[in-house]
């Protein structure tokens, strides 16, 4: 990069590469002046300066964007959903039996009720409520999925592209199946896909139904 | 607590949201990104310091819509060239910014301006790189500070200036072509 003199001519690639630097006030006197001067006499850095400033000022022209409410909404509900799921405790759900005294031996057998029904009720909720949210899991991937398959037929469409089915497998199919079937598993990801191979037949197969074939 | 959440919702999400609008081009994905932000920081909001929200935010968004940028890429590499389709160009993104199908939406800033110079600086926003393209839409169209940009991408000062003057003059490189001027 060429040192600015105000008393030396400089070239235009020097003022092509100081342009911005200019436009933003960041040169100051002597470079600055040396800028100026050479902008006044070349037409072609001085149209280069125009385009600069033009950019510079489309860009600050661009608007800043709101998120569409339906959005905020949307985050607002999935936030009260979590924090209301995150309050409840399952044994609050469970109403105490009422125990009168006069029915003592009975009271006593419902309490034992109780007490057992509660302990099965405690491993049973937990079950139920990861069941639940196991199909709500399972039907938000099954919607990504439809999404991620109309924008995947959108694209082709747009681009005359056509999807290469001999990579799917590959580069689609497996990878999925064997993060899947270690989130159920409770397993982490392998660090390198070579070792996922060898996971072909009690991994992607099982996940994905055996079916590898896509049409 | 959901109060506060709230509230911290409605103070970034236009941030977020336009960040993430002109990274990527597609009105939907935005969409997506922003809403994906905001509720991961739902599931830390117990652990974040909320002075250091907005870097925390840039920074997230920054990354999620890289992240969705290379998934993108990566899935070009699926495709192949049918024998009667049109060309592509040698260089240019197979997996262009997918405008919203149903609404024809030309994307962010488009309906605003309106103008040719802004449909082709908004095409070549689309072809600028990393770090360029992210400090380009923070300094120039979000009008963050150089402070605040090197806070949220964890760049030297310096680096984030002459980083957005390289972006600058890239976007200069890709919009002469368009308009003819005359270089050095």
Do not use: C, K, N, Y
């Given at each position: 990069m060429r040192r600015l003199d105000g008393e030396t001519v400089i070239d235009c690639a020097t003022v092509i590469e100081a342009l911005e630097a200019h436009l933003d006030g960041d040169l100051e006197g002597a470079q600055r002046a040396a800028i100026e001067a050479h902008l006044e006499r070349c037409p072609g850095c001085a149209a280069e300066h125009q385009l600069a400033a033009e950019v510079r000022s489309g860009l600050r022209a661009l608007p800043e964007l709101d998120a569409p409410r339906a959005v905020v909404e949307r985050v607002f509900k999935e936030t009260v959903r979590r924090q209301t799921d995150g309050s409840r405790?399952?044994?609050?759900?469970r109403r105490r039996p009422v125990v009168r005294p006069a029915w003592a031996a009975l009271a006593a057998a419902a309490l034992a009720a109780v007490v057992v029904g509660s302990g099965l009720w405690l491993t049973s909720t937990p079950s139920e409520n990861d069941a639940t949210a196991d199909a709500a899991a399972v039907a938000r991937a099954t919607e990504e999925a439809r999404y991620a398959l109309a924008y995947v037929a959108q694209v082709s469409r747009r681009t005359g592209l056509k999807l290469r089915q001999d990579l799917l497998p590959e580069h689609l199919v497996d990878p999925s199946a064997r993060s899947l079937n270690r989130a159920l598993a409770g397993r982490p990801d392998p660090p390198?896909?070579?070792?996922a191979s060898g996971n072909r037949e009690n991994g992607a197969e099982r996940a994905v139904g055996g079916d590898r074939e896509r049409s | 607590m959901v109060k506060a959440f709230e509230a911290a919702v409605e103070r970034h999400q236009r941030k977020i949201h336009t960040f993430a609008s002109y990274y990527l081009g597609n009105p939907a994905e935005a969409e997506d990104i922003t809403q994906e932000v905001l509720v991961r920081m739902w599931r830390q909001w117990s652990k974040l310091d909320t002075e250091r929200l907005g870097p925390w935010l840039l920074r997230v968004t920054r990354n999620a819509c890289y992240d969705l940028l290379r998934r993108r890429r990566s899935a070009a590499k699926l495709f192949v060239l049918e024998p009667e389709a049109r060309p592509i160009e040698e260089?240019?993104?197979?997996?262009?910014?997918?405008?919203?199908a149903a609404a024809g939406d030309p994307g962010p800033g488009a309906r605003a301006e309106g103008s040719e110079f802004q449909h082709h600086l908004r095409r070549a926003l689309d072809e600028l790189g990393e770090p360029f393209r992210s400090i380009v839409i923070l300094r120039?169209?979000?009008?963050?500070k150089y402070r605040e940009i090197s806070d949220a991408l964890d760049l030297p000062l310096n680096t984030v200036r002459v980083y957005l003057h390289r972006g600058r003059r890239r976007l200069r490189e890709g919009l002469r072509e368009v308009y003819g001027h005359a270089t050095a």
């Open positions: 405790r399952p044994w609050r759900r390198s896909r070579e070792g | 260089g240019a993104d197979p997996l262009p910014a997918v405008e919203t120039e169209i979000q009008g963050f």
